[in-house]
């Protein structure tokens, strides 16, 4: 719909509805859960308490349910067609690709891995399936949790608490895969979104963590011959940061001895190799006898 026409809501709304449906399309946000819903009507309850017809002073799970009834009845908002009912569409907000739907959706998620790699313009391959990545359970119910106590405040509590998502296995009819991790990474929000996406570094990092999830090693040595020197610091700081010695290791041999490339931080990785043979430069494939003795990994690529 053009931005500069007015949404003509239905004549039957009531006072309290037309507002509510303002407020909605303020968010500029096509989808909203539960939990998100509910503190847009305690907005409305907050600031038109006493210029609308409220049945209660603060809104209750039954005023929720027959606020929301009514704004279905008159086509404000709708059920999401790929998360069902646990997700509200509002229908004046065009609506967005599956990477910004399913952050609005899943606060703990970030785009990761190939789709990551994408959207930095590290590969030319384009995924078929949108990858995504959250931490593990417990990690993730308290990010939840944080996520609540600094919406509520300290003294507010919500009868719709936000859950962990279950992402469909299809989102705007792009495949998601959900990667869930103790060692979930560091990433970055756009500006004015919710779109989380991985940081460069760490994108180059989870590259030497899950080289299947980014296009197989071989790509991923292509990737880094291209374009690691321009990311050198970023990729250093990352690998910095992990605590597994063997993607240090595996950093190190492609930075320094297949690529040339140096950095102060290179030389203090060495102190992590050790032999062994599950050492490889790549997971995923079977050891070959074909050795870097400096970084002792076995080069089976």
């Keep these: 719909m053009p931005s500069n026409l007015p949404i003509i809501y239905p004549t039957k709304l009531t006072h309290a509805g037309r507002y509510l449906a303002e407020l909605l399309e303020e968010t500029g946000k096509p989808v909203l859960t539960q939990f998100d819903f509910f503190q847009i009507i305690r907005k409305m309850y907050r600031d038109k308490g006493g210029k609308l017809y409220l049945r209660h002073p603060t809104p209750t799970k039954d005023d929720y349910t027959r606020i929301i009834s009514g704004l279905r009845k008159t086509a404000v908002v709708a059920t999401d067609r ?3 009912g646990r997700v509200i569409r509002v229908l004046a907000v065009s609506d967005l690709p599956a990477e910004d739907i399913v952050c609005l959706v899943d606060p ?7 789709s990551a790699m994408q959207r930095w313009g590290l590969t030319d ?5 949108l990858a995504l990545t959250r931490p593990d359970r417990k990690t993730a119910t308290q990010r939840i949790r944080n996520y609540m106590r600094k919406t509520l405040g300290e003294d507010e509590t919500t009868p719709f608490p936000l ?17 869930e991790s103790k060692a979930a990474g560091v990433f970055l929000k756009n500006r004015g979104s919710e779109f989380r996406l991985s940081t460069i570094g760490q994108t180059f990092l989870d590259m030497l963590q899950k080289p299947d999830l980014c296009g197989g090693m071989s790509h991923i040595l292509d990737v880094w011959e291209e374009h690691a020197e321009n990311y050198l610091d970023d990729i250093v700081s990352a690998v910095n940061s992990c605590k597994n010695g ?13 690529l040339g490339l140096h950095h102060p931080a290179i030389e203090s ?7 062994g043979s599950s050492r490889k430069l790549d997971p995923t494939e079977a ?9 002792m990994i076995s ?3």
């Excluded at 990785?269 to 032999?275: G, I, V």
């Design 82 to 84: 790929d998360y069902g």
């Design 108 to 114: 703990t998620c970030y785009v990761s891995h190939l």
């Design 125 to 129: 391959r384009r995924p078929d399936a």
């Design 163 to 179: 859950r962990i998502v279950g992402h469909p296995e299809r989102v705007r009819r792009r495949a998601i895969q959900v990667h």
């Design 246 to 258: 063997l993607v240090k290791s595996r950093a190190g041999y492609i930075l320094e001895e297949r």
């Design 269 to 275: 990785w060495k102190k992590f190799c050790q032999r």
């Design 287 to 295: 050891y070959a006898p074909t050795f870097s003795e400096t970084w």
């Design 299 to 301: 080069l089976n690529v």
